[in-house]
């Protein structure tokens, strides 16, 4: 997967606009007439959005940015010694390239959870990319062009896939598409080995590949519930995962009931199916909850539920996950939309190591170091020490430069 990505972003760096057609034909079944969507177009999508769908995007977008702006860092200054000052100011990166998928679904949530920590972080050029849709006429699916166009983001591309990722990555000339620095946003396992193709070129959030859920259920669990929430997740794709850990051999026994009776009942019957069966997907019973504990860290999945008595302390527990959904009233599908939170999460184990999208994902940190005459002569002789140390002389001599007589 990973060398088909890589040829598919080497053929975007070298054909550009006719690799993203070819691409777009193959995957998407054609291509976009204008692969950057005209302001006109994304202007009529927002005029023509579902006045019902305008509002809970504009619940979503207050949320959104009001928990991303809890998360930007604040300045700080240390003084290390008197006149020795240490100061790190975080600093938004000039352009980044937002990936929304468009593959059995549609999300405008996407857009939301993307555009809005970019702009709470102060990035000011954006770009968007979203799979063309055979059913729009080859362009963007008109409810992520509407969203985008509600935030005001005027640079918007037909394309996606790995494809996708090395236009934003290395620019379309053709296109006038400048190169970003930072690329954002869940796809599929395609997309996620494309952002790994070219991270270290650019910045990533992280590997946001099929979707994931594990939950922690003791015998309190409410398996109808409970059941709800593995679908839920089922949902998005045949390679989602879904994952129960329980204490309870009851609970499991009563949740594959629930998740019979309620997948017959479901629009995308045979999606969920797929992933449920899929090798991917689990009901697995422990001895106790450290074991669910341990379990769960070491998959460090995207999406956790915690349905446990206490499961407050059961949550601070908790290590590697890209986002813990703590209680019964609080469903993964609560933080896909209006919880707040991000959804854009590291899948495939890479919460041990990301985080979730957010105002930092668009940030770097600066140092700025400032010292006067008389700290510097504090430790001067210590540089040269340390200088001399390395056999690095003219390093200790740029310091004893400062105070010789000239």
């Given at each position: 997967m990973f060398s088909v990505a890589v040829e598919l972003i080497n053929d975007v760096r070298a054909r550009g606009v006719d690799a993203l057609h070819a691409q777009a034909e193959n995957f998407d079944g054609g291509a976009a007439t204008q692969v950057r969507v005209p302001v006109a177009e994304l202007e009529r999508a927002s005029r023509e959005l579902d006045p019902a769908v305008a509002e809970v995007i504009d619940i979503a977008i207050?949320?959104?940015r009001a928990a991303s702006a809890a998360q930007v860092p604040t300045p700080i200054i240390t003084e290390v010694a008197t006149g020795?000052?240490?100061?790190?100011?975080?600093?938004?990166?000039?352009?980044?390239?937002?990936?929304?998928?468009?593959?059995?679904?549609?999300?405008?949530?996407?857009v939301v959870m993307n555009v809005v920590a970019a702009q709470v972080a102060g990035v000011h050029s954006i770009a968007l990319v979203s799979p063309p849709q055979r059913d729009h006429a080859h362009s963007v699916h008109p409810t992520v062009a509407a969203v985008a166009h509600i935030l005001g983001i005027d640079e918007v591309y037909?394309?996606?896939?790995?494809?996708?990722?090395?236009?934003?990555?290395?620019?379309?000339?053709?296109?006038?598409?400048?190169?970003?620095?930072?690329?954002?946003?869940?796809?599929?396992?395609?997309?996620?080995a494309a952002k790994r193709a070219v991270s270290g070129v650019v910045?990533?959030?992280?590997?946001?590949?099929?979707?994931?859920?594990?939950i922690i259920a003791d015998d309190t669990g409410d398996a109808d519930l409970i059941a709800a929430d593995l679908i839920s997740q089922a949902e998005h794709d045949e390679r989602a995962s879904a994952v129960l850990v329980t204490t309870s051999n009851r609970l499991a026994d009563q949740v594959v009931e629930r998740v019979t009776a309620r997948v017959a009942l479901t629009a995308h019957r045979d999606r969920i199916t797929a992933a449920l069966a899929g090798d991917q997907s689990r009901i697995i019973v422990v001895e106790s909850l450290d074991d669910a504990i341990a379990l769960s860290d070491a998959y460090a999945p995207e999406?956790?539920?915690?349905?446990?008595?206490?499961a407050?302390?059961?949550?601070?527990?908790?290590?590697?996950?890209?986002?813990?959904?703590?209680?019964?009233?609080?469903?993964?599908?609560?933080?896909?939309?209006?919880?707040?939170?991000?959804?854009?999460?590291?899948?495939?184990?890479?919460?041990?190591?990301?985080?979730?999208?957010g105002p930092a994902t668009f940030l770097r940190p600066?140092?700025?170091?400032?010292?006067?005459?008389?700290?510097?002569?504090?430790?001067?002789?210590?540089?040269?020490?340390f200088a001399n140390a390395e056999d690095l002389p003219a390093h200790g001599d740029a310091v004893t430069a400062r105070f010789e007589e000239r």
């Open positions: 207050t949320r959104v020795a000052v240490i100061e790190q100011h975080w600093v938004p990166v000039d352009r980044v390239g937002l990936y929304v998928p468009g593959g059995k679904a549609v999300y405008p949530s996407s037909a394309m996606g896939g790995a494809g996708a990722i090395g236009a934003l990555a290395y620019g379309v000339p053709a296109l006038d598409l400048e190169p970003v620095a930072v690329i954002t946003g869940p796809g599929n396992a395609f997309v996620a910045g990533i959030d992280s590997e946001a590949g099929p979707t994931e859920i594990l999406h956790l539920e915690i349905h446990t008595k206490n407050e302390i059961v949550s601070a527990r908790i290590h590697n996950a890209g986002a813990i959904f703590v209680g019964p009233n609080t469903p993964v599908s609560l933080g896909d939309y209006l919880a707040g939170s991000n959804h854009v999460l590291p899948t495939d184990g890479h919460a041990r190591h990301a985080a979730a999208l600066r140092q700025t170091v400032r010292y006067s005459r008389d700290a510097l002569a504090e430790v001067a002789a210590a540089v040269v020490t």
